[in-house]
């Protein structure tokens, strides 16, 4: 008998699970930026637009929800019956549906903050993000650490379209990554977890080198002479991607769990 496909219940599951995540992280984000626009129109200073604001943050917030979903949601799944291929395919897909969404509704945000700013004639400082990266520099450690923090950013009044797929692209990644060290942890334990932690970090370093190169951003001053197409970033970056997430097929695939 031919077993029923479960994973598109688990990509919905997984998409309004943390999409209701996310909406309490843009809620306190908003929150946020409100507070800074009203220091901005009293003190003069400039503050990032809302778009640039929880661009920065999200990246962190979906690694953290990529290792949730590792330690956290296959025990449910398997408890209630689901396999893990189906987990792991209903996840893939719900978290990609989050990765495109969470963008456009920064954007959207975005654009209505600025709609309310201009109808006001609110004196608020919006300023431009440029990623500090100075090419030529030099500084590999500098510019390491830097390209951590600073992820291939796209200013939204400039490309609207790539500045969302850019932020979804980079959102997708870090929950990846997430996702890949919360299994290998689960796994195999902390020194081995560690190593995944490194891995990760190498993962979003040459995924962030490649995709500002071939969009022609900042790079760390060692990569400065290097040229990518965008044909061939985007199948480095898939093929990336597919490594990862092939690793984490495996890492679950026969992973202890405890009910």
Known sequence: MKQPRNYPK?????FFLQGTWASGFLGVMLIVQIIKMITSYFNGNEVNTFFTATFIASNIFMLV?????????????????????????????GTIGLALVLPII???ITGAIQLVINLLNLLINLESFENPLHEGDN???ADIITS???TPYIELSSNWIAAILVFAINIFTYY??????GAAFSRFGVIVGLLFIILGFIVVQVEDIVLSISLGLNVPGFVDEIEIPIVISIVAIL????ICLWLIRQLTKRMIVKF
């Open 10 to 14: 688990v990509a919905s599951d997984m």
């Open 65 to 93: 929800i990529g290792i949730i979903s590792a330690v956290g949601f296959i025990p449910h799944y398997v408890s209630n019956g689901i396999t893990r291929k189906d987990y792991f395919k209903g996840t893939i897909i």
């Open 106 to 108: 920064s954007a959207v």
């Open 139 to 141: 500084h590999i450690v």
């Open 148 to 150: 951590v923090i600073f």
């Open 176 to 181: 990846v990554v997430g996702w890949l060290i």
């Open 239 to 242: 093929l990336i991607l597919s």
